[in-house]
């Protein structure tokens, strides 16, 4: 065995997997959202969040707007776990926040259409019955499990930003902004995909330099992979001058803004601008195209600069960059850890195997999927052609499902992110859950494939959930009555 060369296409997979989800995933997708995490930890009301979310809110009230607005947001898992992280600290209750955090990524508006569009209807309504109906299922398990802990939580929650007063229509607006910055940049709409002008630039090389790249990092677009184009790696150098310079300018910033912090500002619009466009390289230059999104985060970027002077106060300013900061630090270590890992792994695992493991509907063929789901995650959307990819390998349509579920919520990196917001034993049951109802998603979805009645599965999956619930509770009064003798 060539241990050398495996070690080589090991660390080849491993940084092509972090430099692709670097220059095409963090800048539009991920940087926006840790802003709107800050501005949710800075400047949302606590009584706002648990008005709603919050752990004594009226479940019929909390569950489903946790539902709601993660099916507006069409976001992978790492996107969404610092909005998670934000509604979470702000004194949401366990229960919502985890409904949140399994529903926006799979089974949000735009996933649903498109995998509607490329691979059936049914499949796609499945994915929203079941995606609801256990996302709610397990925010309510998770919940239950914890409830001690959360009480303690909710006791102890973080009031130092509960002294602003009301949540004033300033404030209100300027997040809103943020979300649609977010939504403008990521969306896969006609409006903000097709290009409308385009300019050259007469920068020769950077044709070589992207081949270079593409023989450096090896990839193969039908197995989802991206690679690294020229304007990825530019988008890369632009990310690592960015994070110099928040250092220096975010770190401090209780101190007051300096020198760095406007130049981390100004370096994240250019950024976000650059990413927003689509970069050709040709023999004799660089075509460089405008498509609507660079126009509407134009738009939004402008926007919010006028606001932040004219809508927060320089102690809410402050704020808001320093819990932004503080998601950073948090949050993007670990992803790039998970996201390297997932790469390494991505080399031993075979789209091959797919016949043999989930050929299918069986508990073995449904657990590949939920596993397949882990280690060759994918960014939101992308999962819908691989999963296409996946059928025509002979994948049985109930294991495709439980892939559909499991590979948004349960990537290496946000396991390994979300295990640092809410600690390893909840994120690990809440890991448990995930891969168990994604596995009973697809054998009732594959049974329904196979030809048994569609009310014998609905009877089935009703009884399972009473079944569940029951002990479930017992559980809960044992736990109580422990508590009392204490």
């Known amino acids: 065995m060539d241990i050398l060369g495996l070690l080589v296409k090991f660390l080849q997979g491993g940084l092509g997997s972090l430099a692709s989800y670097l220059a095409a995933h963090v800048l539009l997708c991920l940087l926006p959202a840790f802003f709107i995490a800050g501005g949710m930890s800075a400047l949302i009301e606590r009584e706002s969040i ?240 405008i498509p609507g999104k660079t126009f509407a985060v134009a738009l939004f970027l402008l926007v919010l600069g006028i606001m932040t002077g004219k809508s927060l106060t320089n102690e809410e300013r402050t704020d808001w960059i320093w819990e932004s900061w503080h998601f950073i630090k948090q949050i993007f270590p670990l992803l790039i850890v998970g996201v390297f890992a997932v790469g390494v792994i991505r080399q031993l695992i075979k789209p091959e195997w797919i016949e043999f493991l989930a050929g299918e509907n069986t508990v073995l063929g449904n657990l590949a999927g939920v596993i397949f789901g882990v280690f060759m995650y994918f960014p939101t959307l992308v999962e819908v052609p691989i999963a296409k990819m996946f059928l025509n390998l002979g994948m049985h349509r109930g294991p495709l499902l439980a892939y559909l579920m499991a590979d948004p919520e349960l990537s290496l990196q946000s396991i390994l992110i979300t295990a640092t917001i809410i600690g390893k034993k909840k994120a690990w049951t809440y890991v448990f859950w995930v891969a168990l109802f994604s596995t009973l998603a697809g054998l009732l979805y594959g049974a329904w494939i196979d030809g048994a009645s569609l009310w014998l599965i609905v009877l089935y999956l009703a009884a399972m959930l009473v079944v569940l619930a029951g002990v479930l509770w017992l559980v809960n009064r044992r736990k109580n009555k422990i508590t009392v003798l204490e």
């Open 50 to 289: 648990m008005r709603f979310l919050g752990r004594k809110a009226p479940k019929y009230i909390s569950y489903p707007a946790a539902a709601a607005a993660g099916s507006l947001l069409a976001v992978c898992s790492c996107t969404i776990v610092p909005l998670f992280a934000g509604i979470y600290k702000k004194g949401a209750g366990l229960g919502p926040a985890i409904t949140f955090l399994f529903f926006a990524p799979a089974a949000n508006i735009l996933a649903l259409a498109y995998t509607g569009v490329a691979i059936g209807a049914d499949l796609a309504f499945a994915r929203l019955f079941l995606s609801l109906a256990f996302g709610i299922g397990i925010g309510m398990i998770m919940a239950l499990i914890f409830s001690k802990e959360d009480a303690a939580r909710e006791n102890k929650a973080d009031d130092a930003f509960s002294q602003h007063g009301g949540m004033h229509k300033g404030r209100t607006i300027f997040l809103l902004v943020m979300v649609a910055l977010l939504l403008s940049g990521t969306l896969k709409l006609g409006f903000l995909t097709n290009t409308y002008t385009q300019f050259s630039l007469p920068i020769k090389g950077l044709d070589t330099l992207q081949q270079t790249l593409y023989t450096l990092v090896p990839f193969d677009p039908a197995k989802g992979e991206e690679g690294v184009s020229a304007q990825g790696l530019i988008l890369i150098v632009l990310l690592v001058i960015i994070a110099l310079f928040a250092w220096r300018g975010f770190e401090k910033i209780h101190d007051g803004a300096n020198f760095w912090t406007w130049g981390a500002f100004g370096l994240i619009v250019f950024t976000l601008l650059v990413a927003s466009t689509k970069m050709e390289p040709y023999a004799g230059g660089l075509n460089v195209l």
